[in-house]
């Protein structure tokens, strides 16, 4: 990984990311027209049908922008950069099949699975270190984690959508201040353009959605630049900063599936128990809850930058957000026992 200053090419840098934003407005005022609805169900918030896709916009534009910004900077694609684009377009490409006409969750799980050993395997394999079983193993494990998790949380509107913004713009910012490589922070700068030029159509009235292909896509490289940070030498506790940055959705996830256990429900199954679906039962409106998931990853970020960047406490860190993330779990519980008829 080659160290860059940002001030080389920044005219040239400026130019390509707003023509990708751009693009990728255009792009979905595009799918828009493809009339590929998302019709209203017993899981849905919303009440009349939305065109869906929106990810594809997200995905044309990232894995064309991303090699055309490493060139502007000289950088080669090694295999982690080779690997992570054809993942994201195979897991793409499956998710807008999935988007069209849905699949079995098994089916769904081994193409996430089989895009994370792509990816984690690139990774190593770029990184020099060889390739081992417990390494691919516990790689594969976080990406498929983290593309359940954006997947999950994709059901209000912008509340995904943003918050991969923001962790995209922190990790940019992050590795930027870091002297990292074009490879780290010009693929989150890419990713939050794509995502940018999407999310007027998405918050806070949903013209579009951004579907399996967008959410999957968004956690599939949300894990994998947590991956590239874990092995940037300039940062303090690098492995720790993507868990920090997403730590609300990650717990929003994580205590759902356990609660579901707990109460033997599949875990398979198609559900509204989230924290933030509760809360919407319960009455809260849409644009308050996102604007709170929005906050939580914001918090994270800023967590994430004192622990990379000034080599704080990872769990001294973690008190902030966490402590933001206890208090509103408490406040939808409050929420939901209020409301007649609605049971966790």
Known sequence: ?????FPQGTLLTAALLLAAAT????????????????????RSAHAAPVPKGGGLAILIVFVTGVPLLQRVFHHHPDAADITLLAATVWLGL??????????P?????????????????GGMVAAGHGVNAPGLAWRTLWLVMVCNTLNFMDGLNGLASGCTLIAALATAGICLAAQGSVQVWGTALMLATAIAG??????PRARLFMGDVGSQCCGL???????????LPQLAHGGWLMPLMLCGLLADVVLTL????WLRRSLMQAHREHIYQMAHRAGMQDTHITWHAWAGTLCGSLAAM???LHGASPVVALVVPGSMQLAWMAGVSLLVRRKSGLRW
Do not use: E
Not at 94 to 103: A, G, I, K
Not at 108 to 116: E, S
Not at 198 to 203: A, C, E, I, R, V
Not at 221 to 231: E, N
């Open 306 to 308: 004192a622990v990379g």
């Open 1 to 5: 990984m080659t160290l860059v200053h």
């Open 105 to 121: 969750p098994l089916w769904k799980l081994g193409a996430q699975g089989a895009a994370a050993v792509l990816v984690a395997w």
């Open 198 to 203: 999407f999310l007027p159509f998405n918050f």
């Open 258 to 261: 356990l609660r579901r256990a």
């Open 221 to 231: 490289v949300l894990g994998a630049l947590g991956l590239y940070m874990a092995q």
């Open 94 to 103: 499956f998710c807008w099949r999935d988007d069209m006409r849905p699949m």
């Open 23 to 42: 693009g990728s407005a255009l792009l979905s005022r595009r799918v828009i027209g493809l009339h590929v609805m998302d019709y209203p169900g017993s």
